[in-house]
């Protein structure tokens, strides 16, 4: 049976419990306290669960009209940020781990809210079943699996009869999921304590049908990607990326960050054609940094030195454009993710990144600028800095903090494939390519798009890694864009190549002042 991956809203079906307030909420106890004096009267024992399920469907004693809970849910529904709720950026904080379900929390202003997230072996259709209860002994047996000792008892007090005509406004950002199911449902949870009270719950239940639309992958989405005009308002490569650069620059909270921005900038213009260039002196250079924090004219300054290559021919913009050059392994089993390809220089490929060391410089500023300056660029979820090692991906930057410095396993991610080919590889729909529709970053981070242009080794031909971008969101690059990442991808080359040097220099440095000194200054 497959699985459903369940968090606090399905794909499939999203439900809202809604907690009363105010007046509703004292309408509803009145109705609780009268319900729970008759069955006292019955001999009820509140200390065992109602098994009333049989019975006939209670009066309808709620003071509450049905069209005023409707009202309460539709609103309640329409001030919850739905399509946030599992967005990586959201910054949910990890709180615990309970077998397979993991619970994060996030303060919101006044909202503080629970998220859970793990895999149930079910189908969607049996997990709406499961979590929503229309009667009271499925709503019993569905507390009690969730909440365990600590449930006491409940009910379900009231279901709603839904009106189905058109003439109710639907909430908005809800056009397309419908509200199906709404219930009023009261549960006690046992006293954590000698000296504290039961805990009651009094609250609405509602189920909107959010049925998945897979509008968005048609058969044009799945062409061969391509490098698409520029939109009418767009700046070329060279005006967005100095403008780009130069928010780094001035936004840069320290002396030592604006350092760091400013060798992004040398390292920019150094790799482009000025660096040959007879007539362009390196005071040219000089000048542009020592005016940056007056000179109104940094950006236009900055772009007229900055150079990026021209679109290449469509055959070569992209890696398997035509066909794929490398065999993949699928495996036995469809539901767990392909293994990775090997490139035939692996074993070179590895010897670099070793000598290199880049896994152990720790954190690299400019690594950092790049891609926030690449994410900013192609308007996407994040930007990473990736180095690809024999069976970890250890990424070096990125504009996400969370994801900085992480070492994740090379299976799991689209650069593995990157390294392939010496051209960008891209993604318009990772979900629907056989190679990666069970990827981590299709179900942790929903990836709908991911672009990879190289990152290279000392040599400048062989690919260690990659500087990607990853967005929730499928898109085709634009020529800016392209060769914006192109420049930004060129450039984190060359730091790494620079740090390499810099690190190698300054060991050779040490061994030479140590081999200087006479052999008893070395143990004193």
């Known amino acids: 049976m497959p699985s459903a991956r369940c968090s606090a809203v399905s794909s499939s079906s999203s439900g809202a419990s809604t907690p009363l307030r105010g007046s509703n909420r004292s ?104 979590m929503h209860a229309a009667r009271n002994e499925e709503h019993i047996r569905c507390m009690d699996a969730l909440h365990g000792s600590h449930f006491r008892e409940g009910e379900v007090v009231h279901n709603v009869d839904l009106c189905t005509d058109d ?33 009651e719950w009094c609250y609405i239940d509602a189920v909107y049908d959010d049925r998945s639309d897979y509008s968005n992958v048609v058969i044009r989405s799945l062409r061969v990607p391509k490098v698409v005009p520029n939109r009418q308002n767009d700046k070329p490569a060279e005006a967005a990326l100095s403008e780009l650069l130069h928010d780094a620059l001035y936004t ?3 002396k030592c960050k604006k350092e760091r921005v400013m060798n992004v900038i040398k390292h920019m213009i150094s790799t482009s054609d000025v660096e040959s260039t007879p007539s362009s002196p390196c005071s040219a250079v000089t000048a542009l940094f020592a005016t940056h ?58 010897r670099l990144i070793k000598e290199s060391r880049i896994c152990e410089m720790g954190k690299i500023d400019e690594l950092d600028i790049i891609c926030n300056i690449a994410a900013k660029e192609v308007d996407c979820l994040a930007s990473l800095v990736t180095i690809i090692g024999k069976r970890d991906v250890y990424i070096a930057a990125s504009s996400m903090e969370a994801l900085q410095q992480k070492t994740l396993p090379r299976a799991d991610v689209f650069c593995a494939h990157s390294i392939m080919d010496t051209k960008p590889f891209v993604l318009p729909h990772p979900e629907a390519d056989v190679r990666f529709h ?49 420049k930004l991808a060129a450039t984190a080359s060359k730091v790494v190549k620079l740090q390499t040097l810099q690190r190698r220099n300054s060991a050779s440095e040490q061994l030479r002042t140590y081999d200087s000194e006479p052999p008893l200054a070395r143990h004193s």
């Open 252 to 254: 840069a909270p320290t």
């Open 27 to 130: 309408q509803l106890s009145s109705y609780e306290q009268r319900r729970k004096r008759s069955a006292r009267n019955s001999g009820w024992s509140s200390g065992t669960h109602s098994t009333q399920a049989s019975s006939p469907k209670p009066n309808r004693c709620l003071v509450i009209s049905d069209d005023d809970l409707e009202t309460l849910a539709d609103e309640t529904s329409s001030t919850i940020q739905w399509e946030q709720i599992l967005d990586a950026t959201s910054r949910w904080k990890w709180k615990e781990s309970v077998k397979d379900f993991s619970i994060y929390t996030k303060q919101d202003g006044q909202r503080y809210a629970v998220l859970a997230v793990g895999v149930l072996p079910c189908s969607v259709a049996e997990l709406r079943v499961l």
């Open 167 to 199: 003439t109710r406004p639907v909430p908005l950002g809800r056009a397309s999921a419908p509200l199906v199911q709404l219930s009023v449902k009261t549960a006690t949870f046992n006293k954590t304590n000698w000296l504290s009270s039961h805990e």
């Open 438 to 486: 069970k990827a981590s970053p299709v179900f942790d981070l929903s990836a709908r798009f991911y672009c990879g242009f190289p990152l290279l080794a000392g040599d400048d031909s062989t690919v260690i890694g990659s500087v990607c971008c990853i967005d929730t969101k499928s898109r085709e690059l634009t020529e800016a864009q392209y060769t914006s990442l192109s």
């Open 293 to 350: 924090s007056s000179d109104p004219d940094f950006s236009h300054a900055l772009e007229k030195q900055l150079k990026v290559d021209s679109i290449p021919d469509e055959d070569d913009q992209f890696a398997n454009t035509d066909e794929r050059k490398y065999q993949v392994n699928p495996g036995q089993d469809v539901e767990v993710q392909m293994t990775y390809p090997v490139p035939n220089n692996e074993e070179q490929r590895l």
